[in-house]
């Protein structure tokens, strides 16, 4: 692993073009714009993803245009991006699963990359635990997967057959086999997209707590701005298959979604997206609409 | 006032309120008051215990599925006591059943059974094996594609039966012969809807063995087998069948021993009771094999039973 990733992007880069819309008195707090920078709370930390000048074309179309990203180790990041932006595409190259995408440019990936889908993608002939403990090898694989399934809350559950799960239950197995091969790197394509409300509620908190506990970095893709404030402290946003927002979230977790300053994280990110939202006022009035006046 | 009370109690369930009603009502109170009396049964009634008009089949009786072969059985049974039916033709169940038991107390029964059952286990055995092998070379590597499935998609168009007389030419008529006949045919079955299903297999779960990083054996045993079990399962079902019917084929050609040659020698004496007792353990064994493999793909594939019900 390489550990001069600060470097790499300073000199040729295209800097990412900072969020108009942030709020005031907030720019002490906004780290992070640089690529290379260091996350925050992870001084000096080696980058856990290295990616330089890494283009992905599918036939003309570029979907990434030279980007330059670090992601630290331990940084839970968050890829926001409207469909088409190349965000899946960014996240399948981080993975390695872009195998007849044409492309150049430099990438670094750790060694324990894991890995979970939109879809659980349990393998419905394989029980809860098999599913989990798939590819494991070495001796304890079936206590790992144990372990691994009790932290989910899926205690019990091991003989099940994946149908038999609901569809959040089927998604925290999932993510027991994501977290059992002990990863550096957790990669999550939109893992709560296909989930009901009060389900991806609960996800959030498992996912966060699961974070804290065990300190991989993320790589989280969503199109869930209030998702990826709640749970990132690094937001990016890709447009047009470059980065055009680098956002440092300081907040203190666990997040409320009603704190103001959540709000302006939002607002700014939901700009950066072209999406102007209204104030969040119960009785709202046209002529004091401070945030469309902003933007 | 009634009037509503009396509808609030029969269309709408409890706690939701009832529509006012249209007082442009012709019917006189007199004339409601026994459907109040009694809701549910009212004919006109909309209440929530009328039921739709059942447009499927409805409930099974245990056992009903053999009311249709009894009644064969009995219609030959009566034919045959009345005397409409010549015993050289068409011999009497009474006749044939006492045929059976003199054919097994001989030991003739047995013994040819057991060859034929040997040729066709035998054949079924190196098809499906031949089969599965050649589906997983032609699903798993482009190479094997191109290499092996254009000949079966081929040999597919023409029947195994058809190539009889080239296999006798090159076989002779021995049971070398007969046994590739009968894997030759299965062989295809398997084939085909083996590879059709593991071609099948989802494109997402091929993805998830390289994020897991499963080796090659891995991904064999647990991804592209179990994922192609329910094509291969259809194929050996249709597989039995075909072993079935090859057997019954090849014990016509200069065979010394089996169900068929049997037959065969019951036609030259118009011993038409042996022959219906060959034909009853082709049909014994070909149900029964059936039924087995049916058994055996129930539990292989019992993580979808519920779907299947």
Do not use: C
């Not at chain 2, 009903?64 to 409409?84: I, N, T």
């Not at chain 2, 997983?136 to 290499?147: D, H, I």
């Not at chain 2, 299903?197 to 989802?202: E, K, V």
């Not at chain 2, 090849?250 to 022959?275: C, H, K, L, R």
Request: hydrophobic fraction near 45%; avoid cysteine.
């Amino acid at each position: 692993m390489a550990t001069h990733a600060g470097g790499l992007t300073k000199d040729h880069a295209p800097r990412p073009v900072e969020a108009e819309t942030a709020p005031e008195g907030r720019d002490g707090s906004r780290q992070g714009l640089d690529p290379g920078a260091p996350a925050p709370g992870v001084p000096d930390a080696p980058p856990a993803v290295r990616a330089g000048r890494l283009v992905r074309r599918f036939g003309d179309r570029v979907v990434l245009k030279e980007i330059d990203l670090a992601l630290a180790a331990g940084e839970f990041t968050a890829l926001l991006g409207r469909s088409g932006s190349g965000k899946s595409t960014l996240l399948r190259a981080v993975a390695g699963l872009d195998h007849d995408v044409e492309g150049s440019g430099e990438l670094l990936v750790p060694e324990r990359v894991s890995l979970s889908f939109q879809d659980s993608r349990l393998l419905p002939w394989l029980r809860v635990l098999d599913n989990v403990t798939l590819g494991l090898r070495g001796p304890g694989a079936h206590e790992r997967g144990l372990t691994a399934l009790a932290e989910v809350g899926l205690a019990g559950r091991e003989r099940s057959w994946p149908h038999e799960l609901s569809g959040g239950e089927q998604q925290r197995a999932a993510l027991a086999r994501a977290l059992v091969r002990d990863p550096e790197l957790l990669l999550a394509d939109e893992p709560f997209g296909a989930l009901d409300a009060l389900t991806r509620i609960k996800m959030h908190d498992l996912l966060r707590e699961l974070y804290e506990r065990h300190r991989p970095a993320v790589l989280l893709v969503t199109h869930d701005v209030d998702e990826a404030v709640e749970l990132a402290d690094r937001v990016l946003v890709l447009d047009e298959g470059e980065i055009s927002v680098d956002l440092a979230i300081d907040l203190p977790t666990p997040r409320n979604r009603r704190d103001p300053r959540f709000q302006q994280y939002r607002d700014a990110l939901l700009a950066a997206l072209g999406v102007h939202s209204a104030p969040p006022a119960p009785e709202p009035r046209p002529e004091d609409h401070p945030h469309a006046a902003r933007v | 006032m009634s009037d509503a009370l009396t509808d609030v109690r029969t269309r709408v369930p409890a706690g939701v309120p009832a529509p006012p009603r249209e007082p442009a009502d012709t019917k006189p109170p007199a004339a409601r008051k026994p459907a109040a009396a009694t809701p549910a049964t009212a004919p006109v009634s909309r209440s929530g215990l009328r039921r739709r008009r059942r447009l499927g089949p409805g409930r099974s009786v245990p056992l009903g599925r053999l009311l249709g072969p009894a009644l064969v059985v009995a219609l030959w049974w009566a034919a045959s006591a009345a005397g409409y039916l010549d015993p050289r033709i068409l011999s009497g169940p009474g006749a044939v059943v006492s045929t059976a038991v003199e054919l097994i107390a001989d030991g003739r029964l047995q013994g040819n059974v057991l060859v034929s059952l040997q040729r066709a286990g035998l054949g079924l055995l190196l098809g499906v094996a031949s089969g599965v092998l050649l589906a997983v070379v032609a699903g798993l590597s482009r190479t094997g594609e191109y290499l092996v499935d254009g000949p079966l998609q081929i040999k597919r168009a023409i029947p195994s039966l058809a190539m009889l007389p080239l296999l006798i030419l090159w076989l002779g008529i021995g049971e070398q012969m007969k046994i590739t006949v009968i894997a030759l045919g299965v062989a295809v079955i398997v084939y085909i809807n083996t590879y059709a299903s593991l071609t099948g297999i989802d494109s997402r779960h091929v993805e998830l063995a390289e994020v897991l990083e499963l080796g090659r054996w891995q991904f064999l045993r647990k991804v592209v087998l179990p994922g192609s079990l329910p094509g291969f399962f259809v194929g050996l079902r249709l597989g039995v069948t075909s072993s079935w019917l090859g057997l019954i084929v090849v014990e016509q050609v200069n065979a010394t021993s089996g169900i068929g040659y049997m037959m065969f020698q019951a036609q030259q004496y118009a011993q038409s009771d042996v022959i219906i007792v060959g034909l009853v353990a082709y049909g014994t064994f070909g149900f029964a094999s059936d039924a087995l493999v049916r058994a055996v793909e129930r539990r292989a594939l019992s993580w979808r039973r519920t779907l299947a019900g």
